[in-house]
């Protein structure tokens, strides 16, 4: 019982954390006049939250304090008190936060709203069924978790001794310290309740999608939207999904929301709240570096994607405003992306340096081996690579809920709105992704059947969020609402 209660108030306290975090964002980086979805802010402030109280534990740790009961029990209820004044703060100013700027149904929202609920209450339920079991779950994130528990630190013998944690030592600490964190409140170690984490990332990817795309759209688009992308097999009731408590899903979680937010954030002219929208991606992006290794690759690709669209657009990536510029205008995107890198690249600095210090056993060094000359010699890879990967979005359409099969259909009913600017931001991002997946089997000291024929599935589960909402933009029923220059 302890160790379900437990488990509640460390979701709850991290939660409303990030609700305070979202907050000091906005009184930082100024004020939006048009207010947000409750849902956006609370999708939001869940994933900032679990990546604030991971981070803060591990920063707490490389100053050489202890990861002990009391650091949990400060953190989960300052959190919960920073996050009701946040709240009360938000009351008191009585802004009436609209739905959505269109007209919409209000009977189709509240029945997504439920069916959304009912399938939360199923992963919730079903999650906490078994305790962890996978190979993956106990052999990388739990043994880390419980040695975190046991000896209250990050810098353990146990985490720098290869015959002790030999497969991927230097894996991002995020979940081992999620579930450190749980077992540290229930004072016992318990894989079962731990495992609560995953369908609370669930919940915040359903709502930052329905929130923003609610905003952008209208409201019974954007529920209609999350529930679809709730209701994809790959994530659950895959038991690889979010049943498991494996990093794929939740890699799918935050990578999916960063680039929800930088795609929301270049929809806007210059301003406070392109801004605000780039440090938020750039947050939920470094969480996903926290959470796997590819999100190294991923906040390269979200870069080189915007920096492609800013070129091919000319600058004019956000519609239904004056033509800019295009000097000023590419200056501007470039400053974006170098506040984006820089910001992540702080918040990183910690772990990348922590991470130097640990030993290497299964990892593959795929930086180490990007040559030219091994490329071209790995190009017959991609006689087997490339039709495998068609495959299996295509042909094993029962688990994608035919997401991949309705992006091509995107493009092909809408091909001058699959290119515009924002979309086209999209189109990049999974191409980009796609294609580093495909390099990466060239790069692998691995056997090649082997190695993507048994990663394909779970590395094709971190994109499908962004399939899903390049088809939620395309065939929206209205136009992108874009907020007029600050």
């Known amino acids: 019982m302890m160790g379900g209660i437990a488990a509640i108030l460390a979701v709850l306290g991290a939660a409303l954390g990030g609700r305070a975090l979202y907050a000091l964002f906005e009184r930082v980086l100024g004020k939006d006049e048009r207010p947000r979805p409750s849902a956006e802010i609370w999708g939001l402030s869940i994933l900032l939250g679990m990546g604030f109280t991971s981070a803060a534990a591990f920063v707490w740790s490389d100053l050489g304090r202890p990861l002990n009961a009391r650091i949990s ?17 938000h009351q008191r100013r009585n802004r ?10 209000t009977a189709l929202v509240r029945a997504c709203q439920i069916l959304l609920g009912l399938t939360l209450l199923a992963a919730v339920v079903q999650t906490l069924l078994t305790p962890q079991r996978f190979w993956d779950e106990r052999a990388i994130f739990a043994i880390k978790a419980r040695v975190l528990h ?11 001794h290869p015959d002790f944690v030999q497969y991927h030592p230097r894996y991002p ?11 540290a409140l229930a004072g016992e170690f318990n894989d079962r309740w731990s495992k609560i984490w995953f369908p609370a990332m ?17 409201a019974d688009w954007g529920w209609l939207m999350a529930l679809l992308l709730a209701l994809i097999p790959v994530l659950m009731p895959d038991e690889y999904g ?42 939920v992006a470094s969480g996903a570096f926290f959470v796997k290794d590819e999100g190294t690759a991923y906040i390269i690709i979200d870069l080189i994607a915007w920096g492609l669209t800013a070129i091919l657009c000319g600058g004019r990536i956000f519609p239904s405003t004056p033509e800019p510029d295009r000097s000023r205008s590419l200056m501007g995107h470039l400053l974006g992306i170098v506040v984006f890198g820089v910001f992540a690249a702080i918040l990183l600095t910690p772990w990348m340096r922590h991470r130097a210090t640990l030993p290497t056993t299964t990892e593959m060094h795929y930086w180490e081996r990007l040559k030219s000359h091994r490329l071209l010699e790995q190009l017959a890879t991609l006689q087997w690579s490339i039709p495998h990967l068609l495959h299996r979005m295509f042909a094993e359409w029962q688990q994608w809920g035919l997401s991949w099969w309705l992006l091509i259909l995107a493009v092909v009913t809408a091909p001058r709105r699959a290119i515009a600017g924002p979309q086209l931001f999209l189109l990049l991002n999974l191409l980009g992704a796609l294609a580093a997946f495909v390099v990466a089997g060239m790069l692998a000291p691995a056997e090649l059947k082997e190695h993507l024929g048994g990663s394909s599935h779970r590395y094709l589960m971190q994109l499908v969020p962004v399939a899903m909402l390049f088809v939620a933009a395309v065939w929206s029923p209205t136009p992108s609402k874009s907020a007029a220059p600050d």
């Open 96 to 105: 009436v936060i609209p739905a959505a700027p269109y007209p919409h149904s």
């Open 202 to 218: 669930y919940l915040g990817l359903v709502l930052s999608y329905a929130g923003v795309l609610s905003r952008r759209y209208s």
């Open 242 to 283: 979010f049943l498991s408590a494996q990093a794929d899903a939740p890699m799918a979680c935050f990578h999916g929301v960063a680039v929800l937010c930088l795609w929301d954030a270049l929809q806007d002219p210059p301003g406070t709240r392109r801004r605000r929208g780039i440090i938020l991606a750039s947050s």
């Open 150 to 160: 046991e000896t209250q630190s990050i810098d353990a013998e146990e985490l720098r």
């Open 173 to 183: 600490m995020m979940l081992p310290l999620l579930e450190r964190h749980v077992y």
């Open 73 to 89: 029990w400060i953190q989960m209820i300052g959190g919960a008190l920073c996050g009701l004044f946040a709240i009360f703060q």
